[in-house]
DNA sequence: TATGTTATGGTAAACGTTTTCTTTTTGTTC
DNA sequence: GAACAAAAAGAAAACGTTTACCATAACATA
């Protein structure tokens, strides 16, 4: 590998004056002598070693981005918007998946913290951020935006899912829909436990009683989906006209169950996901279903930490406007 | 940030004595003192500095894997092969879209570089190796896999993209039908080609003419699908009875502007994709389609990689099998 | 002439490791 | 008790940068 040292040799200056020319530095070099670090650069092909500059400068451009599962449909796009706002301010992302084990979310941080990156991204909560604060937070800290709902005192970027749930849910019941019924993600998920509670809200305040069967406890995956509709009252006059699942995996699953069943989506039931996955336009009928903004809220956490690390102050807590995108499992033509 | 010298001087030790027990050296180390060692590193919370280390030892158990665009699904599940893999033997993933921008590809071949990584995943083809052949091998070189296609003189792991087509087309064959359109990927992709020409054997090998209606060129997005269907002839006798895409969101589209057309599907036109990502089983009907093991082929990369690494030989091309997954769009109940 | 000042450039320490080479300590053998 | 070997530990160079500080030359100023 070319160092810098034989650039200087071969322009015949100092590595001085190449690091100079190297980093636009303040000092003054002058143009006759610039041109020849510059051809010396070229003609030799090199590249400055990063890494012994970070250990100069005590500065890496790196973060790292701790998240579940990549294959899981949720995440690519926050992945992408993170990357294209580290990409355009000169940071490079380190992809950790954890599956949500504690195990080898540690085992990430201490990984990062040795490759001794600038900051980090978290999001998939739970467990995740229990090892996390333990680990990482506790002992010297560095730069961390959590995306999404978290105990820990750390800058979040959101959305407001229990008010998302709530507009989902009135939009089913400007229809007309009474009963409604709901497939929530794991009782643990704060996640999940907002968007039941917007949905109970909606409810409320339409003087609706929520009857026992109208709640069915998915797990975020398809099949959970699928299989909760077995579970609901789908004929008689006890049956529910409407269904609100906690995320667009299961609103397909059970788009799918109701298809199996010759019930006509949405002419007998309707049905609204939660997330709008690529996905959810793709199914037939197109899944009307909350748009949560992936893309934006991973350019937001990335940007949020680029303050950060410039040393600015940040809020809290940066909430992300949902909207409702009504395409046809909710609505006739 | 505490050193390494502050271990040594909390322990009474030198820091050659550290390193030896970080390392697991050979040179032995006596047991009082190696404990000791360790609690000073525990009491202290130190944390190697990776970047010190690389520097000395020249290997950042890094490597950068450049696609063109995560939020594409065919994409997570490679990467999510390379990151176990990676994971797995010690090495760290640097996720770069390049939105197959020659620009972008080129600046971060650049930054992983300068940051040198141990090696490079390319996958995504086309004017992306161009660059990369150009910037990266030709000066100085870093071990590098290349997933699918390519013409550079790299270590590929790929799929028999001819022979998979094929075994699609001569599914629907078997079923009878002869009248098969084609929705092809754009002209210039490799795979695309390889695609067609699976498409052709199967078709002149069961003596079917194939009609200039019946190849349709789209460019592998949901809309070209949607879009290709409006060309086909799909009335009178002339009518083709089944399609094959060259990959599964084109299919879908396709899917969905049958459905619109009142078209069963596959009661009348038979569907077939190719890719099998994960959306495939989700949509109604489920998609027949072929399946490339994505996961597999980022597993492979990776491994063939690190076999590079090691300084091994590796097969200049390790071809994985696909296998077609038949669901409901090419078959009756 | 002595003294600054400015423009340009260089020397060498520092960043935090690993590792070669030495040194010290301990133990064994005759 | 001398001689040596083996075990344990340390000193210092090296990895490739950046930068504080210093040096020189040219020129202006009093």
Redesign the pocket.
């Known amino acids: ?1 070319v ?3 034989d650039v200087a040799r071969h322009a ?9 020319v ?2 636009n ?1 303040q ?4 143009p ?3 041109e020849r670090v510059l051809a010396a650069i070229k003609e030799l092909g ?4 990063a890494m ?2 970070s ?4 500065e890496t451009k790196t973060i790292g981005l701790i998240l579940p599962d990549i294959a899981n449909p949720y995440y690519p796009g926050i992945v992408r918007g993170v990357e294209d706002v580290a990409h355009e301010k000169g940071y490079t992302v380190i992809l950790c998946n954890t599956d949500r084990s504690r195990e080898r979310t540690k085992e990430y941080l201490r990984v990062l913290r040795e490759k001794r990156v600038d900051g980090v991204i978290f999001t998939g909560g739970g467990a995740v951020e229990d090892a996390s604060r333990e680990h990482f937070f506790e002992q010297g800290s560095v730069a961390t935006v959590v995306i999404g709902r978290h105990k820990a005192d750390l800058p979040a970027v959101q959305v407001d899912n229990v008010r998302a749930a709530r507009e989902a849910v009135e939009h089913l019941l400007r229809l007309g829909h009474r009963r409604i019924a709901t497939v929530t993600g794991p009782a643990v998920s704060t996640t999940a436990r907002d968007r039941l509670e917007g949905y109970r809200r909606a409810m409320e305040a339409e003087g609706v009683d929520i009857e026992p069967g109208w709640i069915i406890e998915g797990d975020f995956e398809f099949n959970s989906g699928y299989q909760a509709v077995a579970q609901m009252p789908l004929s008689g006059n006890q049956r529910i006209t409407a269904i609100f699942a906690h995320n667009d995996l299961m609103a397909i699953g059970a788009i799918k169950a109701l298809y199996e069943r010759g019930i006509k989506v949405p002419e007998e039931v309707a049905v609204v996901g939660f997330d709008n996955i690529p996905l959810a336009s793709f199914v037939t009928p197109a899944l009307s279903t909350v748009a949560v903004p992936v893309y934006d809220l991973g350019v937001t956490a990335m940007r949020v930490l680029a303050e950060l690390l410039a040393g600015r102050k940040v809020p809290p807590v940066t909430t992300l406007a949902t909207h409702l995108e009504v395409r046809e499992s909710s609505i006739l033509k």
């Open positions: 590998m160092t810098i040292k015949g200056v100092s590595v001085t004056t190449v690091s100079r190297l980093n530095s000092h003054p070099i002058s006759e002598t610039r090199f590249y400055p070693n012994a500059r250990l100069q400068l005590n």
